[in-house]
Each structure stands twice: as C-alpha cells, then as structure tokens.
T-cell receptor
Framework: AQSVTQLGSHVSVSEGALVLLRCNYS??????LFWYVQYPNQGLQLLLK??????LVKGINGFEAEFKKSETSFHLTKPSAHMSDAAEYFC????????????FGTGTRLTIIP | SAVISQKPSRDICQRGTSLTIQCQVD?????MFWYRQQPGQSLTLIAT?????????ESGFVIDKFPISRPNLTFSTLTVSNMSPEDSSIYLC??????????????FGPGTRLTVL
C-alpha cells in the first residue's frame, strides 16, 4: 500500500528564510503527489501536484516541489518565507490507476518567526 | 476549481445526539468524499459518497455510525450518529471531477468543526 512520510511535525523558519518541508513516498511505481495547505480554521487548499510532466513543479504562493525518483521524495520549498505562510502543510499520494483515493501524511506545522 | 460549501461551519452537540452535515458544490462533480480530521491529526477518509447508491466506507467506519447520502451530482450529507466526545473533529467534504482532471486531485470544503460534550 502506498504511503507518505512527512519528516518534522513542526518547522520554524525566520521571515525571509528558505522554507523546506520534507515528504517521502512509498509506492511501487511513481504515483501522483500533492501538497496541500491548511490555514487555521479553514479547509485544505491545493498548492501543487506532480503528474510526471515535469519533475520541478511550481505552485501557488511561490511554492515549488521537486520530484526525485531515486530518493522517493517530493519536498516542498519556498525561497523566502512570509508571515502569511504560517499554516499546516500536508503531502498526499494517489495511485496512477485504479484507486483514486488520496493518502495523506501526518502534516507539518510551519511557524514563521518575525 | 469547484466552489464547495459546508453547513454548519461549526456546532456543539450533546452526547447521544446526531448531526447532519451538508456539502454543496457549485457544479456537477463525479466524486465526493468525506474525511475526518481529529484534533492535531491528519485527514482520514471516512467514505466515498456515490450518487444514487450506498456509500463506500473505509475500514473502521460503518454506515450505522456515519450514514451518507448523495442524491445528485452537487450535494451530499454526512450524519454523525449517537455522538460521543471521541467524535469531536473537523469533518471535511472533498470533490474530484474525472471530466476535468486525470490526476486524482481533490478540492476541499471549509470543514465543519464538531465538538461533542
């Protein structure tokens, strides 16, 4: 069964610093991969998705993620953190065929230090 | 992407009672899902709401506790029955439209925050 692991339940970065949120997947074939963001008291918003068209995926709000098959990783980055980036971030995985469900990681809470 | 609304946005209920949560989409979608997010936790899929037929439940969730309806392609309800404090969670509706996307991404409603006393 496919799964995702998010290393670090809490990450703190200074405003203007690099944001790096880690996600590793476990799947027999490269799956579809997603990053979602959840702001306080809100639902989940899709940041970006990997579908195999390109290994470097750009998303909304300046975020991007790179798919690395050799490392089974899909880490989320942003060059310069902004206070408004403070939120919970979830990595999710889905099979390419058959099962259309999403399996979510445990989430990483990002705190921005002024 | 589709605009998804949920009612109520939050509620405080007494144990032993039931609450029905509504999910409304502004366009027809092929698939609708219900998730539970317990305090400080990730999302757990409860069931896939099937239009015109019984929902498909995940392991650990049963129809008697979480009856689901989906009368058409834009609306679904989730009922949390005979509630206990352990049911205190955020309940999220999500949608996926096979006609507009081939990549399984889902779009989420704002959630319903339920507290059971």
């Amino acid at each position: 069964a496919q799964s995702v692991t998010q290393l670090g339940s809490h990450v703190s970065v200074s405003e203007g610093a690099l944001v790096l949120l880690r996600c590793n997947y476990s799947s027999s074939v490269p799956p579809y991969l997603f990053w979602y963001v959840q702001y306080p008291n809100q639902g989940l918003q899709l940041l970006l998705k990997y579908t195999s068209a390109a290994t470097l995926v750009k998303g909304i709000n300046g975020f991007e993620a790179e798919f690395k098959k050799s490392e089974t990783s899909f880490h989320l980055t942003k060059p310069s953190a902004h206070m408004s980036d403070a939120a919970e971030y979830f990595c999710a995985v889905s099979e390419r065929s058959g099962n259309e469900k999403l399996t979510f990681g445990t989430g990483t809470r990002l705190t921005i230090i002024p | 992407s589709a605009v998804i609304s949920q009612k109520p946005s939050r509620d405080i209920c007494q144990r032993g009672t039931s609450l029905t949560i509504q999910c409304q989409v502004d366009s027809q979608v092929t698939m609708m899902f219900w998730y539970r997010q317990q305090p400080g936790q990730s999302l757990t899929l409860i069931a896939t709401a099937n239009q015109g037929s019984e929902a498909t439940y995940e392991s650990g969730f049963v129809i008697d506790k979480f009856p689901i309806s989906r009368p058409n392609l834009t609306f679904s309800t989730l009922t949390v029955s005979n509630m206990s404090p352990e049911d205190s969670s955020i309940y999220l509706c999500s949608v996926r439209d096979r006609l507009t996307s081939s990549y399984n991404e889902q779009f989420f409603g704002p959630g319903t925050r339920l507290t059971v006393l």
